[in-house]
C-alpha cells in the first residue's frame, strides 16, 4: 500500500519541488549553467537551501507515513495525559453539575474527597487510548490526504484544499475512533463512578463482565459525533491558519524563517484551531461523558436529557484543556517531523497551469 501511495505522492501538489530534486539526486542544469571552470554554479535562491537539506526519506513513502503516525503517538499520548486532572475534572462538571457547581469548585471538590493523587484517576487509559488514537489521526490524515489530492489533481487540490482537508482528516479519524473508543469507556469510569475501579486493571475486566465488548464500543458512535468534527476543524482551520499567518503576520517567507521560528507559527495556529475545535464538539462531548458513566441509556436519551443548556456545561474548561492540548499537539508533531527530518512542504501555492488559466501570469 505505502509504495503505491509513495509512488503517487511524488506528483503530489502538497509534496515540495525541491524534494524531487534530492530524490532523483540531481538539479536542473538549465536553471544552473556551468561556471568558467566547468563545474555547475551555486544556485543563489532560496530553493538552494531546500535542495542542500537532506531528508531522511521521501514524501509519502512508507517510512514517511510510520513516522508521521510516531510523532501522533507522541503529540497525542503524551498530552492528553498531561491535562488528566483537567480532564477530570471537566467530566465530572459534565455528569453531576449540581456537585461541580464549576471548574475551580470542581478542582476544590476532588482534592477534598480524592486528595492529589485523585486528580490523576484514569491516566492509564487515557495515555494508551490517544496514543492508539494519534497513530490514526496524524499517520492517516497524511495517507489521505495524499489520496484524495492525486483522485482530484493538482488544479483542483489547490482549489478545494479545504475540502481536502476535511474529507482526509474525516476519514482518518473515523479509524482513529475505534481505536481509542475502548480506552475512552474505561476513563469516564473511573473518573466519574466513585468507588467503581481506580485503576485501568480493575475496570476493564469488570466492564466486560457487566456488559460484554458492548460496553466498550457503546459510545464509538458518540465519540464520532464528538471527534470527527473537531478533527476537521482542527486540522482545515489549521493549515488555512498557517497559510494566512505566513501570508499576511510573518513579515517574510517561511523558506527564510528559521526552524524555531516555524514552530511558534504551527504553536500559535494550533492555539487558534484549538479554540474552534472546542466549541465545535462539546456537545457531543457531554453526551458521552454521560452515556459511559450510565448503563442502558442511549445517545438520544441523554441529549433529551441534557437539554440545549446542558450540553454546553463544562466549555469553558475544555476550551482551555483544547486550546491548549492542540498547539502542544501541532508543534510536539511538527518537533518530530524536525527530528526526523522528514519532509515539511510549505504552504500551498496556485499551479502555474492554474495562473495561466486565470490570466495572473504574462
Known amino acids: 500500500m505505502f509504495s503505491s501511495v509513495a509512488h503517487l505522492a511524488r506528483a503530489n501538489p502538497f509534496n515540495t519541488p525541491h524534494l524531487q530534486l534530492v530524490h532523483d539526486g540531481l538539479g536542473d542544469l538549465r536553471s544552473n549553467p556551468p561556471g568558467p571552470t566547468g563545474q555547475p554554479r551555486r544556485p543563489r535562491n532560496l530553493a ?3 535542495v542542500e537539506e537532506q531528508y531522511s526519506c521521501d514524501y509519502g513513502s512508507g517510512r514517511f507515513f510510520i513516522l508521521c503516525g510516531l510523532g501522533g503517538i507522541i503529540s497525542c499520548g503524551t498530552t492528553h495525559t498531561a491535562l488528566v486532572p483537567l480532564d477530570l475534572v471537566k467530566c465530572r462538571m459534565q455528569v453531576d453539575p449540581q456537585k461541580y457547581k464549576g471548574i475551580f469548585n470542581g478542582f476544590s471538590v476532588t482534592l477534598k474527597e480524592d486528595g492529589v493523587r485523585g486528580l490523576a484517576k484514569g491516566w492509564a487509559p487515557t495515555f494508551l487510548g490517544y496514543s492508539m488514537q494519534g497513530l490514526c489521526k496524524f499517520g492517516f490524515y497524511e495517507v489521505f490526504k495524499v489520496l484524495y489530492s492525486n483522485m482530484l489533481g493538482e488544479e483542483n487540490t489547490y482549489l478545494w484544499r479545504t475540502s481536502l482537508y476535511l474529507a482526509a482528516s474525516a476519514s482518518a479519524e473515523f479509524f482513529a475512533d475505534i481505536a481509542l473508543a475502548p480506552m475512552e ?12 475501579a481506580n485503576t485501568l486493571r480493575d475496570a476493564a475486566p469488570k466492564m466486560y463482565k457487566e456488559e460484554g465488548l458492548k460496553a466498550f464500543y457503546k459510545g464509538v458512535a458518540p465519540l464520532w ?9 482542527k486540522f482545515a482551520c489549521f493549515e488555512r491558519t498557517v497559510e494566512a499567518l505566513y501570508k499576511f503576520v510573518v513579515p517574510k517567507p517561511r523558506s527564510e524563517c528559521s526552524k524555531p521560528e516555524q514552530l511558534v507559527v504551527t504553536f500559535v495556529a494550533g492555539y487558534i484551531a484549538g479554540v474552534f475545535c472546542a466549541i465545535v464538539s462539546h456537545p457531543a462531548d457531554s453526551v458521552v461523558s454521560v452515556l459511559n458513566k ?4 442511549s445517545a438520544s436519551q441523554v441529549l433529551k436529557r441534557l437539554g440545549f443548556k446542558g450540553v454546553w456545561k463544562g466549555l469553558f474548561a475544555r476550551i482551555i484543556m483544547i486550546g491548549t492540548l492542540t498547539a ?3 508543534f510536539i508533531y511538527d518537533s518530530v517531523k524536525v527530528y526526523f527530518r522528514l519532509p515539511r512542504p510549505p ?3 496556485m499551479p502555474e497551469s492554474l495562473k495561466k488559466k486565470l490570466g495572473l501570469t504574462q
Open 294 to 297: 450510565e448503563k442502558g441509556s
Open 185 to 196: 469507556a474505561a476513563k469516564v469510569r473511573i473518573q466519574t463512578q466513585p468507588g467503581y
Open 225 to 233: 459525533m464528538r471527534q470527527i468534527p473537531y478533527t476537521m476543524m
Open 347 to 349: 504552504p500551498p501555492e
Open 328 to 330: 502542544l499537539q501541532w
Open 48 to 50: 538552494a537551501a531546500a
